[in-house]
Structures are given as C-alpha cells and as structure tokens.
C-alpha cells in the first residue's frame, strides 16, 4: 500500500484545514486507517483513528471536539477535518494504514510521506 498525503498548509490560529490521504497498490478497505503527527523536536504521537467500516473512530485527548477522520472506501481516501487549530498542532502529519484493535490503539503497518501543518498565532 502507498499512501500520498496532502492538504497542509499555513493557517492562522482558529482556522481549519483538510488533509487527505489517498492510497494506491492496494485496497484500504480492510484497513484501519490513522493519523499521527510529529513537531521539532518531539516523538510522533497518534492523532485519530478510524475502522475500516468507518464505524468507528478514535481520537487523542488534545484533538477531541476539534479535528473529524472519516473515510471513503471507495477512493481509497481517508480525510482528517481540522478546525479550531492551535500553534500547538503545528506538525508534520502523516497517514498510516494498518490494524486497529478494540482498545482503539492503532499499529500501522504502512506510512505516507508527511505533509506540514503550521498554524501561526
């Protein structure tokens, strides 16, 4: 599976923006699929996960109430809606494709190149 991130960008604190991820090589349908992130200087830390139904989605604590994931299985597309953003979610983020257990903790298995998030105060 390949996964092509895109949508990041420059937003000024409280403004939202998109991010996409599309796969190619083979179908997502089976697959969790997830977000996670990574600032200067910092580990990469999980943002949101979704089933592969769609059914269900998880959330880090600091996200909740502000960024949406879904999905669309027939493009092989997985979104993360961002609004209300902070100086804080300033990152790197990067999809992932892979298992999603009922704890909600998710282990990729494959990882899209990146796409910058920087949200100026």
């Known amino acids: 599976v390949q996964l092509q991130a895109s949508g990041g960008g420059l937003v000024q604190a409280g403004g939202s923006l998109r991010l996409s991820c599309a796969a190619s090589?083979?179908?997502?349908?089976?697959?969790?699929m997830g977000w996670f992130r990574q600032a200067p200087g910092k580990e990469r830390e999980f943002v949101a996960a979704?089933?592969?139904?769609?059914?269900?989605?998880y959330y880090a604590d600091s996200v909740k109430g502000r960024f949406t994931i879904s999905r669309d299985n027939a493009k092989s597309t997985v979104y993360l809606q961002m609004s209300g953003l902070k100086p804080e979610d300033t990152a790197v983020y990067y999809c992932?494709?892979?298992?999603?257990?009922?704890?909600?903790?998710?282990?990729?298995?494959?990882w899209g190149q990146g796409t910058q998030v920087t949200v100026s105060s």
């Open positions: 992932s494709a892979g298992k999603l257990d009922f704890s909600g903790t998710h282990r990729p298995d494959y």
């Open positions: 979704i089933r592969w139904s769609g059914g269900d989605t």
């Open positions: 090589g083979r179908t997502i349908s089976r697959y969790a």
